[in-house]
């Protein structure tokens, strides 16, 4: 693959990159017209060694596609240089740079705990809101700063770094959850659409059929394997289903990136399977329900055979064959959908819970926040509410 491919496929990440060169380049420029700042000097070199090595990572031949985490190097070295530019900006430049911060901090970070000791209890008094203030207050400055105003200036440039690296780091952190998103919904397709075809060429369907009218009724574990296989695929196909359907997002977790698609695209649906089989082991027994066709049946599925035997509290009687086969399949696709919409959300808050014990930064967008919410903070920051997508004034959505 040549370098032209390259950057035709990384064309949003090449601008990114090209935006910062530049940037630095009129830096180094505007510097050269002044007093030679030493410190200024180091920084940009160091910005610099970061932008080669993210530029290295463009041009990596990729051999296999990069998944989701292997974007967040580059943007981690990108958004590091993005913050770090905020030390050596001059300070006309740096006044409406502090705006944008400010701004784009109230827009995306609802966490209650963050804004508070960010913004300050009423919003306004915060150690963000005092570096803006002391920034644009300085900017309108026409002769030179005096030593304690240039301990200020630095002091509110670090501030600003760090609240733009926490709106960045947040940014990631929803754009990583949204690729994850996707790709576990569109894997989720992708295997409902391969049980499909494994059902098709299987004739599991016969199998199924086969299971159902089979006088007498065989147990699970007596019948072909097939027919087994059959009822668990229906029920695991229905938890894919409603799995696919979810509205809650996928959570961004640090470690193997594998255990994602294991807990998504195997654990819940063997809710569904499992959910199906106890469904079937339930009808046959004829504890609660019986599903029975018009035609008295030779078997245990007849509520009539034997003078003593008690009928089921509920009895479905159907007119033909066909239509208790099909009733069977509706009823275990349903109860594979409804299991899975009902059981994992109890895995779910366990998982919630540690989460937000084991992040120490704030917690994945969607998960429940700790701690008193404060005075005027927007409803994104309770628990069980999803907060709204990250929007970044002056930067378009980057690509993950």
Request: hydrophobic share 45%; charged share 20%; glycine share 8%.
């Amino acid at each position: 693959m040549g370098a032209t491919q390259q950057h035709l496929r990384g064309g949003r990440r090449w601008a990114k990159v090209r935006s910062l060169e530049s940037t630095l380049r009129f830096l180094d420029e505007q510097r050269t017209q002044g007093p030679h700042n030493l410190q200024a000097q180091a920084v940009s070199n160091n910005l610099r060694e970061r932008l080669e090595q993210a530029r290295r990572w463009l041009e990596a031949r990729r051999w296999k596609p990069r998944l989701p985490l292997d974007n967040s190097q580059f943007w981690e070295l990108v958004h590091g240089v993005d913050a770090d530019l905020l030390l050596i900006l001059p300070l006309d430049m740096l006044a409406t740079e502090a705006l944008m911060v400010e701004e784009n901090f109230r827009r995306n970070i609802h966490e209650p705990i963050a804004r508070s000791t960010w913004l300050g209890a009423d919003e306004k008094s915060g150690p963000l809101c005092v570096a803006v203030r002391c920034i644009t207050g300085l900017a309108y400055r026409v002769e030179g700063l005096k030593p304690e105003e240039e301990a200020k200036l630095r002091h509110a440039r670090q501030v600003l770094r760090s609240a733009l690296r926490q709106v960045l780091r947040h940014s990631d952190k929803y754009f990583l959850q949204l690729d994850l998103t996707m790709m576990i919904r569109s894997l989720s397709g992708s295997l409902l659409v391969l049980l499909f075809v494994l059902t098709l060429v299987g004739e599991l369907p016969a199998q199924f059929a086969g299971l159902i009218l089979k006088n007498p009724i065989e147990l699970p574990w007596k019948g072909s394997a097939m027919s087994t296989l059959s009822l668990i695929l229906l029920g695991a196909g229905g938890a894919i289903t409603a799995n696919m359907l979810s509205d809650k997002p996928v959570l961004v977790v640090r470690g193997p990136f594998w255990r994602q698609f294991v807990y998504y695209l195997f654990v819940k649906p063997s809710i569904g399977a499992v959910a199906a089989f106890l469904f079937y082991l339930l009808a046959i027994s004829q504890l609660f329900f019986s599903i029975e066709t018009a035609t008295p049946m030779v078997g245990p599925l007849n509520p009539l055979q034997g003078a003593g035997q008690l009928q089921p509290a509920l009895r479905i009687v159907l007119g033909n064959n066909d239509a208790l086969v099909c009733t069977y399949a509706i009823i275990i696709i349903a109860v594979g959908f409804s299991a899975e919409r009902f059981l994992s959300p109890i895995m779910d808050r366990v998982v919630n819970k540690l989460f937000v014990m084991a992040e120490k930064s704030e917690p994945s967008p969607g998960t429940p926040t700790q701690g008193p919410s404060a005075t005027g903070t927007p409803t994104e920051g309770k628990p069980g509410a999803f907060p709204r997508p990250p929007i970044i004034s002056g930067e378009s959505a980057q690509s993950t």
